[in-house]
């Protein structure tokens, strides 16, 4: 159509320069024909990264280079601009591929990639959903809690029961990470549910391993167990690597709490084994941490501190709080089993301020237990008492019947006065 407009303008060229229209219809003939060029190559560009982004979605997975498709995302990333646009809409999901490339090696990448694809794109919800899962990490539920919120809105927004399912199981993970077990409970029975409903065995198997860690919490090891055993089954049905390896190393912990270490540790074996294939550096980290538990059980200690170390390096390297917070009090207790009662000390410190940060009160409880046991060590019991009262009320707040009747063994046991009576809470019912 611009070509005819031009042919007109010479054919009539004559005419329009009597009038005095020539000039006026030229300029305005060259200045159409620019912007639209450049529309032309700039839609050009932009069609040409989307359409990078389409092609890396063909390459296999084992075949992508992170390195390209870094530059690839970040290119595509740099158009987004006007929201609701294919363009905005293409650079919002480079920005998912590029939390997706960091999410396991860098926590503060992988946050600001997927907080970049909520601005661009707010109503699609695995960016809110992976967002909620790396403030999880970092220690800041608020922010996980506040994500997970967003990702069940829009899943109501759309009717989509599968991602109403997801995003209740995961707020009922921040509530037991606040030790709130019963309605951490009911929130994964009602995801369990949905999960039911649409025959999605996946999240029945997140569900069944959050039952799981939930009894463990409480003491209730052989009902935990059996969580973990059924949702072993179905990750291994559906050859869930991830969901195999995290129910290993839950499997592994309760063999640790009955105290059959060979067990623990061939469990703890294929844990680490998966989760190293996988590259899962946070579940690395917890592996160490329980290997390092059995050695120090048995008495070697050397190796004990060097498996909580290499834990500590990884959770500091990822910003994974709780794990740092852990990692400080079982070097506590490797140093106060040495007689370093100063290095203890300061360990400890460190690990009950995070856990106080956090508001992690089975973080909390333990170390008290830890600080109870090392005032005894030095003969401080009145300390050492009081200390033990604190965990022990914390434990019974948070339904720990186990650990209560640890603690209250340990206070008989130091002459202690004795600890309040109680009761441990109800355990959640499931279908």
Known sequence: MLDQAGQWISENSDLLSTVGLLA??????FLVRRLLRRSVREDRRKHGQIRNLFLYREIPETARQPGAAEEIFEEILETGSAAGTEADRAAAEAARHLGALAFRQDTQKAIDAYSRATELDPGEPDAWNQTGLL????????AAETAFERVLALGRLYANKAVIADAINNLGVIRRKRSD???????????LAHFNALDRKEGMANAYSNFGLIHQTRGDLDTARAFYEKSLALSKALHLKEGMASNYGNLAAIHTARG??????????????????????????????????????RGDLDKAEALHRKSLALNRRLGRT??????????????????????????????????????RKEGIANTLGNVGQ???????????????????????????????????RMMRAAGCDA?????????????
């Open 24 to 29: 006026v219809l030229w300029s305005i003939y």
């Open 374 to 408: 090392m005032h005894r060590a030095i003969g401080f019991m009145d300390e050492a008492c009081r200390h033990w009262a604190g965990a022990h009320a914390l434990f019974a707040e948070i339904g720990a019947a186990d650990k209560v009747a640890q603690v209250a």
């Open 135 to 142: 403030r999880l990490r970092t220690g800041d539920l608020s």
């Open 322 to 359: 709780e794990g740092i917070a852990n990692a400080f009090g079982n070097l506590a207790v490797i140093h106060q089993m040495r007689g370093d009662v100063h290095k203890a000390s300061a360990l400890i410190e460190k690990s009950l301020e995070i856990d106080e940060a956090l508001g």
């Open 181 to 191: 077990p019963d309605t951490a409970g009911t929130l994964s029975g009602r995801s």
């Open 260 to 297: 059959d270490f060979d067990k623990a540790g061939a469990f703890i074996g294929k844990s680490l084994a998966l989760h190293e294939a996988l590259g899962r550096k946070e579940d690395v980290a917890s592996d160490y941490s329980n290997l390092a538990l059995i050695h120090q059980t």
């Open 419 to 431: 600890p309040p009576a109680s009761e441990s809470k109800t355990p959640p019912e499931t279908d």
